[in-house]
């Protein structure tokens, strides 16, 4: 894999790796701190199963111990095997920010007929909620795992609509108090109303709604700030 444009920060001990931007916002050398722009999102590269990078994203490489012969901290760009893991992040699990589901039955932006989950998820300092989504009718099953990118589509990873779910994130920017994402599961897949099941970054559970606790049409408020 080729990581396009990229810039290196680190110190003594570790450094990160932050690939496939859109430009570098920092000169080489210069001493940058915690809060400080590096740079923009972007695509460009090129990778091995896909050709051009056609997704804007951030890669993150964390490289804690000196690797091969070139020296402390060599980084072979085709070779990015330190991918960062959320869960290597500062975390202070002591809330859950995942504050409603609302289910409704709505055709998706492409006018397919489908459930649709609206969850909005408030802003909490280093806490990473709801990163797997599983829909499940006993007939069928789907996941969305962000940390993963299972169930998301291999060939572009923005394409909204794969294997029977749409997915809309809403915008969002550093004011804003609460992200929504809107799932659509579509009906063809699910001829009942799934259950979705949402887990954190750590595989824990955080909430399961179903039809028995809220039928299509009813909101479930889960309480912003309240562990579950």
């Known amino acids: 894999m080729i990581q396009g444009v990229s810039a290196v920060t680190g110190n003594a001990i570790a450094r990160v790796v932050s ?24 695509n460009t590269g090129w990778g091995d199963l896909f050709g051009q990078i056609n997704s804007v994203h951030l890669h993150n490489e964390y490289l804690e111990e000196p690797s091969g012969s070139d020296g402390p901290y060599f980084y072979d760009q085709d070779d990015p095997t330190n991918a960062l893991d959320p869960r290597l992040l500062p975390r202070a699990d002591v809330s859950n920010n995942l504050s409603s589901v609302v289910i409704t039955e709505e055709d ?29 009718n006993g ?23 794969y294997n029977g779910i749409y997915r809309d994130s809403q915008p969002f920017n550093e004011a804003s108090a609460a992200w ?15 259950t979705l099941t949402i ?30």
């Open 108 to 136: 998706d932006p492409n006018a397919v007929a489908s459930w649709k989950f609206v969850v909005t998820i408030a802003r909490r300092d280093q806490d990473f909620d709801a990163n797997k989504f599983v829909f499940d």
């Open 139 to 161: 007939a069928a099953t789907r996941t969305i795992n962000y940390n993963t990118r299972a169930g998301l589509d291999p060939a572009d990873n923005d394409e909204p609509s």
């Open 19 to 42: 690939a496939h931007l859109d430009r570098i916002d920092v000169a080489l050398g210069q001493i940058v701190r915690a809060g400080d722009a590096i740079g923009t999102v972007g």
């Open 199 to 228: 887990y954190d970054t750590q595989d824990n559970e955080i909430v399961s709604v179903d039809a028995s606790t809220q039928p299509a049409g009813h909101s479930l408020a889960l309480g912003l700030g309240l562990g579950l």
């Open 180 to 194: 929504a994402i809107h799932f659509y599961a579509h009906k063809s897949v699910f001829t009942t109303q799934p």
